[in-house]
């Protein structure tokens, strides 16, 4: 019943983030929430604290990825809850098509109804791809 509940909340805070809107993800992180996004791409290292990864969060958005969960697990007590969250993400481009997909794991830890610490894991090589293209778009329109 717990992951239930929670893959219903973490399926309508990517919902609000598709739409370009990361305030409901936001909400649900501490003030000095740790973020990890391993890696050498642009999306890394992370954030370290949550004005850090409301930018974070922001340029995800405003890049329009899709993100979906396919799985949710939440465990623990409400003082030290685990949560894992596997499933998928992509871009498409109306010129170039699909430019981004990945699968991706988001392993994290809740104290009280607020994200502490939570780390992604994807294909690091799909997201250096999709740097490429990021940089190749920017460079085409001038930026």
Request: proline content about 5%.
């Amino acid at each position: 019943m717990l992951s239930w509940l929670a893959k219903q909340m973490i399926a309508r805070n990517m919902k609000s983030m598709r739409a370009g809107d990361p305030g409901p993800t936001l909400a649900m992180d501490a003030d000095d929430v740790k973020f990890t996004f391993p890696g050498k791409s642009s999306f890394a290292p992370g954030a370290s604290n949550k004005r850090e990864l409301e930018q974070w969060l922001n340029r995800f958005a405003s890049l329009g990825l899709q993100i979906y969960p396919d799985e949710v697990i939440l465990k623990g007590f409400p003082w030290r809850q685990t949560i894992c969250v596997r499933g998928y993400i992509h871009l498409d481009d109306p010129q170039d098509g699909r430019v981004y997909d990945n699968r991706y794991v988001i392993w994290g830890h809740i104290a009280w109804g607020k994200l502490r610490e939570y780390e992604v894991y994807e294909d690091t090589e799909e997201s250096s791809r999709f740097d490429g293209y990021l940089a190749r778009r920017e460079a085409a329109s001038g930026g």
